[in-house]
């Protein structure tokens, strides 16, 4: 049985073919609108995604500082591996919390608050502990004329970025 002819084709032609096929299958998929379904004054479907705010500076300041999750029997208090934790929650797979929704915390911290079998409830709770005197301590940079002006500024772009969204 013979289903059509072959017709050789050179190597540059099926690789030009290849790219044309790509190229039209990238344009449809840009160009379709994912389907959502009217329910009832909502929307069925994926949620859009909001942009996470980020603020390089914000995060390098942690670098030295004192670790405010300060998890009791985890916490080894080392200033020299801080980091800005982000908070876990409201997110997926993969993404981050927007920069000012982070506290600083020494790397033994993070790693409990990110990987360990702790209750969620204990997490959040240490987290949010962590997070309300993280917004003093910004308030304290951001007032600092001793502290460099990047540090300042993003202090301050956090403490705003996080009444806006209050408001």
């Given amino acids: 049985m013979t289903f059509g002819r072959y017709t050789p084709q050179s190597p540059t032609q099926r690789y030009s073919d290849r790219m044309d096929r790509t190229a039209a299958t990238m344009e449809a998929v840009r160009r379709a609108k994912k389907p959502s379904v009217s329910m009832e004054g909502g929307t069925r479907g994926a949620r859009p995604k909001s942009e996470a705010k980020r603020n390089r500076a914000l ?22 591996t801080t ?61 600092d004329p001793g502290e460099p002006v990047r540090f300042r500024r993003a202090a301050q772009w956090a403490l705003d970025t996080l009444n806006a969204e209050a408001a």
């Fill in 59 to 80: 995060l390098e300041m942690a670098q030295g500082r004192e670790c405010l999750l300060r998890v009791p029997g985890v916490c080894q208090g080392d200033t020299a």
């Fill in 83 to 143: 980091v800005a934790c982000h908070r876990n929650e409201g997110k997926g797979m993969g993404q981050k919390q927007s920069d000012p929704m982070s506290a600083w915390g020494c790397v033994a911290c993070h790693r409990w608050y990110d990987q360990s079998g702790a209750p969620r409830e204990v997490k959040r709770a240490r987290f949010m502990l962590a997070h309300m005197d993280q917004v003093i301590e910004w308030r304290k940079v951001a007032s």
